[in-house]
C-alpha cells in the first residue's frame, strides 16, 4: 500500500473525474476532426472553394491549439492526479498494458508530427499531397483510440484475463468492441459540434450553409450511431453493473442527464441540417458544447459507477485493496490477510506509534483505516462531496456498535462498496471514528474497552 492523497470536501475521484471528462472533448476532437476535415478538403479542391479551404485551415488551427495544448495537458493531468491518487491501480495497468500504452505513443507522435506538416503546408504542396497527410494523421489518431480503448476497456469487463493474465485476452474483453464503435462514433459528433463551433466565425453565404449542414449531418449520424452502440455496451455489462444502475440514484439520475443531453444535441444538430445558420453564433454554438460537456460527464459516470466497488473487478477494489486471488499472476488477496491479520502490520507507511490500538490513539487510527477503505470515494466533511458523515446519519445508523455491524456486511449486503479491509478490532476503531464525525449525534461516544474487546 502506498501513502494516502486525500483532497478535502472535493474529493480525490471527483478531481480525476473533472479533468477526465474535460479530456475526452479535445481527445475525440483530435480522434476524429481530421475525418471531417479530409471529406471538406476534397469537396473544397473539386470545387475550387477559396473559403472552404480557409475554413479547413482555420479548423486544423483550432484542432492543433485546443486538442494539442489543453488535451495534452488534461492528459498528463489524468497521469499525475492518477499517480498520486490511485498509485496501485496505475501500477497493476502499466504492468499489464506497459507495450499498449508505448504502442499508442508511437501513434500518437505520428499524431503530433502530421498535423503540424498539415497546418504549415497548407497552400504549399500538392492537393492530394496535403490531403494524404491528413489521411496519415487521422488514421494515426483512430489507431491510438484503438489501443486506448483496450485498457480503458479492461478496466470495466477484464474477461479471460482473470484466468489466463494474457495482455490480448484483457485487451478484447466483453465489451471492447461496442465501446470502440461507441467512441468512433461520438468523435464524429463532437467534431461536428466543433466544425459548427468554427462556422460561426464564416460570412454568411452558400459556403457557411454547406459547411453548417454538413456539420449537422456528422454530428447527428455520429451521436444516433453511437447511441445504437451503446445499447449494444449497455447489454454487454455485467449483472452487477445493472444493478447498480438500477439501484443507485445518483447512478440512475446521472443516466437520465446523458438522455437528455443527447436527446438536445440531437435536435441541436437536426436543426443545424435544416439550414438555421443561425445557430452556429459563437456564443451559442459555445453553450452547446457545454451542454455536450454535461452530457458527457453523465455518461462517465454511469461508467465508473459500473464498476464499483472494483477499479479492476475480479482484482482490485476501488480503494486499491487486492480482493482476490489472481492465481496466474501469484497475487494473494489482501483482503482476506488484512481481515485476519490486520491493516495496520501490513501497510508499511503507517505511523509506530499507531500499529497496536490503545485507549490513547483509537480514534486516530479509527481515522487512518476509515480513510484507507473509504476515501477514494467519500469525503470527511459533513458538507463535502459524497460525504460520509452525511451518509452515516441519512442511513440512520450514527451509533458506533450499529457501524461496526454494518462495516462487517458492506461487500455482501452492500455489494457495490468494498468488504472493509481490516480486523475487529480496526473495525471498531473505524465505527468509533464514523461515529465521531456524524453531526448533531446524540448516541453515546464509545468506550476505548468496547473497541479494544474485539478479537
Known amino acids: 500500500m502506498y501513502p494516502l492523497f486525500e483532497f478535502p470536501t472535493i474529493g480525490g475521484g471527483m478531481i480525476i473525474a473533472l479533468i477526465a471528462t474535460f479530456h475526452i472533448l479535445p481527445c475525440h476532437l483530435a480522434t476524429g476532426g481530421f475525418w471531417m476535415a479530409y471529406f471538406l478538403e476534397r469537396r473544397g479542391h473539386a470545387d475550387n472553394n477559396q473559403e472552404l479551404l480557409d475554413y479547413i485551415k482555420k479548423f486544423a488551427l483550432m484542432i492543433l491549439i485546443f486538442c494539442f495544448v489543453l488535451g495534452s495537458i488534461t492528459g498528463v493531468g489524468i497521469w499525475f492526479a492518477s499517480t498520486i491518487i490511485s498509485p496501485r491501480a496505475i501500477s497493476g495497468l502499466i504492468h499489464n498494458y506497459v507495450w499498449g500504452w508505448a504502442t499508442e505513443w508511437v501513434f500518437f507522435v505520428i499524431e503530433i508530427v502530421t498535423i503540424y506538416t498539415y497546418y504549415y503546408t497548407f497552400g504549399k504542396v500538392a492537393p492530394k499531397t496535403h490531403m494524404r497527410i491528413g489521411l496519415i494523421y487521422a488514421w494515426a489518431a483512430w489507431i491510438s483510440m484503438v489501443i486506448i480503448t483496450g485498457i480503458l476497456a479492461f478496466m470495466m469487463t477484464p474477461g479471460k484475463w482473470l484466468e489466463t493474465g494474457g495482455f490480448f485476452d484483457g485487451f478484447f474483453n466483453p465489451t471492447y468492441w461496442p465501446q470502440l464503435f461507441y467512441r468512433t462514433m461520438m468523435m464524429l459528433a463532437i467534431s461536428g459540434m466543433f466544425a459548427a463551433v468554427m ?45 447498480i444502475l438500477a439501484t443507485i440514484p445518483y447512478a440512475a439520475m446521472m443516466f437520465k442527464v446523458s438522455l437528455i443531453v443527447g436527446v438536445i444535441v440531437a435536435i441541436y444538430f437536426i436543426l443545424l441540417i435544416a439550414g438555421r445558420t443561425a445557430l ?27 464498476r464499483r466497488p472494483y477499479l479492476m473487478p475480479g482484482y482490485m477494489y476501488s480503494n486499491q485493496v487486492v480482493a482476490h486471488d489472481l492465481e496466474v499472476k501469484g497475487i494473494k488477496s489482501e483482503l482476506a490477510r488484512f481481515q485476519e491479520e490486520g491493516f495496520l502490520q501490513s501497510n508499511y507507511f503507517v505511523p509506530d506509534e499507531w500499529r497496536n490500538i490503545n485507549e490513547k490513539n483509537y480514534l486516530q487510527v479509527g481515522m487512518l483505516v476509515t480513510k484507507a477503505n473509504c476515501v477514494i470515494c467519500h469525503t470527511m466533511e459533513v458538507d463535502g462531496r459524497s460525504s460520509l458523515p452525511g451518509l452515516i446519519a441519512s442511513m440512520g445508523i450514527p451509533g458506533a456498535e450499529d457501524l461496526a455491524t454494518f462495516l462487517e456486511t458492506i461487500g455482501d449486503d452492500y455489494a457495490y462498496m468494498p468488504a472493509f479491509a481490516g480486523n475487529e478490532i480496526e473495525r471498531r476503531a473505524a465505527a468509533a471514528y464514523m461515529a465521531s464525525i456524524v453531526p448533531n449525534n446524540e448516541e453515546e461516544p464509545p468506550t476505548p474497552e468496547w473497541v479494544l474487546s474485539g478479537e
Open 199 to 243: 462556422a460561426g466565425f464564416m460570412k454568411a453565404g452558400e459556403t457557411k450553409d454547406y459547411v453548417v449542414k454538413t456539420a449537422g449531418r456528422w454530428g447527428l449520424g455520429g451521436l444516433v450511431l453511437g447511441a445504437l452502440f451503446a445499447v449494444w455496451y449497455y447489454f454487454k455489462l455485467p449483472a452487477t453493473a445493472h444493478e
Open 280 to 306: 452556429v453564433h459563437p456564443v451559442l454554438a459555445i453553450a452547446m458544447v457545454i451542454v455536450l460537456f454535461v452530457g458527457i460527464g453523465g455518461g462517465e459516470s454511469v461508467r465508473e459507477f459500473s
